[in-house]
């Protein structure tokens, strides 16, 4: 059975960090992109961020470019995302999920390409 699962939010202020962790199971890791996607209330889920095996291909959205890094350790089926300057906007749930492809074409418009969805970890920035 194939289960990924989020780890790493919580509450923090506006300019701090959160780091968020996509953990797999159940699948060949080191074969597929893992991408990063949020959905605050009353909007559609958005694509954040994707890294291909060999993080041959890295995505983000301009939203977050420059700000957020993502990270792959295949030993471990993980993908971590390292949020520095978080900003109210950043407030929604976090969902990572699993693709054969990570792509700027995969991560807008395309997400029913991504399989395997996470619960999802919640994210709040408030001061």
């Known amino acids: 059975q194939v289960q990924l699962v989020e780890s790493g939010g919580g509450l923090v202020q506006p300019g701090g960090s959160l780091r968020l962790s996509c953990t797999a199971s159940g699948l060949t890791f080191d074969y597929y992109s893992i991408g990063w996607f949020r959905q605050a209330p009353g909007q559609e889920r958005e694509g954040v961020s994707c890294?291909?095996?060999?993080?041959?291909?890295?995505y983000y959205a301009d939203s977050v470019k420059g700000r957020f890094t993502i990270s792959r350790d295949n030993a471990k089926n993980t993908v971590s995302l390292q949020m520095n300057s978080l900003q109210n906007e950043g407030t929604a749930v976090y969902y990572c999920?699993?693709?054969?492809?990570?792509?700027?074409?995969?991560?807008?418009?395309?997400?029913?390409?991504?399989?395997?969805w996470g619960q999802g970890t919640q994210v709040t920035v408030s001061s």
């Open positions: 890294i291909s095996p060999g993080d041959r291909h890295i």
């Open positions: 999920a699993a693709a054969l492809q990570c792509s700027a074409a995969t991560m807008v418009g395309h997400l029913n390409l991504f399989d395997n």
